[in-house]
């Protein structure tokens, strides 16, 4: 069994929630996991906008220093997932890291914005 999985660089998801939803809740292409770059977030939008149904869960790396950036990754509650915690967020500050546990496999997955 495999995962269906999206990625985009969104520039900014608050002003695409109609097409992020359409995305999230579309029963002909349901997918397992979703990626965004540049997410343009901040720590003042609560999760719970980005998925009103909350069938997902949302990992997200907000950029807190200035305009733009930030990753966001949504996982399937149906999912067995765990956040890695093993990059230091004062150096790494937009990257997040999580599995998702199929047995017998176990697949990485690292969402991250280069600073450069």
Excluded: H
């Excluded at 998702?100 to 600073?115: A, E, W």
């Amino acid at each position: 069994m495999g995962l269906k999985c999206y990625y985009a660089n969104s520039r900014s998801l608050m002003n695409k929630l109609p097409e992020l939803y359409q995305i999230l809740y579309d029963t002909r292409v349901p997918y397992d996991c979703l990626f965004f770059t540049e997410t343009w977030l901040r720590s003042t939008t609560p999760s719970s906008l980005l998925d009103p149904k909350g069938e997902y869960m949302v990992f997200r790396k907000d950029r807190s220093d200035k305009a733009g950036g930030g990753v966001c990754a949504f996982v399937s509650k149906k999912l067995r997932c765990l956040e890695c915690v093993q990059f230091n967020v004062t150096t790494d500050p937009e990257i997040i890291c999580f599995d998702v546990l199929m047995r017998p496999d176990k697949y990485r997955f690292i969402v991250f914005l280069s600073l450069s």
